[in-house]
T-cell receptor
Framework: GQNIDQPTEMTATEGAIVQINCTYQTSGFNGLFWYQQHAGEAPTFLSYNVLDGLEEKGRFSSFLSRSKGYSYLLLKELQMKDSASYLCAIMDSNYQLIWGAGTKLIIKP | IAGITQAPTSQILAAGRRMTLRCTQDMRHNAMYWYRQDLGLGLRLIHYSNTAGTTGKGEVPDGYSVSRANTDDFPLTLASAVPSQTSVYFC??????????????FGSGTRLTVV
């Protein structure tokens, strides 16, 4: 079967660092995506990993280990506007995106 | 402004009624998708289209139909709405149906309540 697991909710402090984990089991793998979704809005693309390792984009970094079926999204220097849900998605062997349920990140001052 | 437009933004619909959710993109993307998003379940694919003139079924297609007469438009029709179809519906597009490193672009969503 196909399964993507993320924590349901996390809380962090403004200015700190937070790591959101994603583990997966899917039929085939053509890349892993992270999206950000603010409440009541559409998801927006953050990152794409297809090879093992760390991809850095400003305050956000995404890591992938294909052998472990594991990824994380690292957010540094947290800002209040980073309060949102973070969605992990796998592109499977049919090039369809399979989505995790998302992690709601709450930032406290 | 380039992107995806969905209409209506929200709708309350009586059970048994027919409803079409509209989706139009101006990015000339060849692939388009319809998702529903329910609390705690994540995004689930209803139907997709890899190119104009073709469509396919996703994870939860029952009760829904789509058409793709041209590149820009991808309407989703509920033939006879039921309360379990209460959800937020997102249309998305990508510029390749065979893998997309730039991700999908999403519309702003349609919040549908079936009573």
């Amino acid at each position: 079967g196909q399964n993507i697991d993320q924590p349901t909710e996390m809380t962090a402090t403004e200015g700190a660092i937070v790591q959101i984990n994603c583990t997966y089991q899917t039929s085939g793998f053509n890349g892993l995506f992270w999206y950000q979704q603010h409440a009541g809005e559409a998801p927006t693309f953050l990152s794409y990993n297809v090879l093992d390792g760390l991809e850095e984009k400003g305050r956000f970094s995404s890591f992938l280990s294909r052998s472990k079926g594991y990824s994380y999204l690292l957010l540094k220097e947290l800002q209040m506007k980073d309060s949102a849900s973070y969605l992990c998605a796998i592109m499977d062997s049919n090039y369809q995106l399979i989505w995790g349920a998302g992690t709601k990140l709450i930032i406290k001052p | 402004i380039a992107g995806i437009t969905q209409a209506p933004t929200s709708q309350i619909l009586a059970a048994g009624r027919r409803m079409t959710l509209r989706c139009t993109q101006d990015m000339r993307h060849n692939a388009m998708y319809w998702y529903r998003q329910d609390l705690g379940l994540g995004l689930r694919l209803i139907h997709y289209s890899n190119t104009a003139g073709t469509t396919g079924k996703g994870e939860v297609p029952d009760g829904y139909s789509v058409s793709r007469a041209n590149t820009d438009d991808f309407p989703l029709t509920l033939a006879s709405a039921v309360p379990s179809q209460t959800s937020v519906y997102f249309c998305a597009s990508s510029d390749s149906g065979q893998g997309e490193t730039n991700g999908y672009t999403f519309g702003s969503g349609t919040r549908l309540t079936v009573v």
